[in-house]
T-cell receptor
């Protein structure tokens, strides 16, 4: 069974641009979580989608947004990129609202120059 | 708000020895879940072990076991017979158990180096 996949592996953008990161959950999983792992800040929760709806949002500005598609894959968009947005972005999936175990993808390394 | 504290930024252990990683947390909730995740240099986060707060019995997964002290809000991970492949960052994480699943709140991690 395939695990959580993320694309691209690496992404280099310049300040002010927009970045789009993609995540495909494990087959049968309906929940997708996004986390930011920035150097020195640890893992911070960004967004949670389940069955196409945004369930929860972390303490991030509105320029961080996303969506979940009917096939449960998800997209994270970061607008007006800032240097501090450089981080590893991790996606995790679970079987839904009653599943307490999250399985992570390999991440997308975003570098903003 | 819940907080998770890992007070050991780095640890080292020799192969075949036992090591214990510490984690404390703060919450006012009575029902919650605790996890240990491993992040090797390949950066893929791997779930190592999970503990439900309502269970008194400590969770065990092969060479990995936890010491869950609910009153002390402590959740340590013991790795027995350490192997070179155990070299990784280890994160302790908390999830509220209030009805539905939720976000994970992570500690800052402990970097474990297993040496020959």
């Amino acid at each position: 069974e395939a695990g959580v996949t993320q694309s691209p592996t690496h992404l280099i953008k310049t300040r002010g641009q927009q970045a789009t990161l993609r995540c495909s959950p494990i087959s049968g999983h309906t929940s997708v979580y996004w986390y930011q792992q920035a150097l020195g800040l640890g893992l911070q929760f960004l967004l949670w989608y389940d069955e196409g709806e945004e369930r929860n949002r972390g303490n991030f500005p509105p320029r961080f947004s996303g969506r979940q598609f009917p096939n449960y894959s998800s997209e994270l968009n970061v607008n007006a990129l800032e240097l501090d947005d450089s981080a590893l972005y991790l996606c995790a999936s679970s079987q839904g609202l009653a599943d307490y175990e999250q399985y992570f993808g390999p991440g997308t390394r975003l570098t903003v120059t | 708000a819940q907080t998770v504290t890992q007070s050991q930024p780095e640890m080292s252990v020799q192969e075949a020895e036992t090591v214990t990683l510490s984690c404390t947390y703060d919450t006012s909730e009575s029902n919650y879940y605790l996890f240990w995740y491993k992040q090797p240099p390949s950066r893929q986060m791997i779930l190592v072990i999970r503990q439900e707060a309502y269970k008194q019995q400590n969770a065990t997964e092969n060479r990995f076991s936890v010491n869950f002290q609910k009153a002390a809000k402590s959740f340590s991970l013991k790795i027995s017979d350490s192997q070179l492949g155990d070299t990784a960052m280890y994160f302790c994480a908390f999830m509220t158990g209030a009805g539905t699943a939720s976000k994970l709140t992570f500690g800052t991690g402990t970097r474990l180096q297993v040496t020959l």
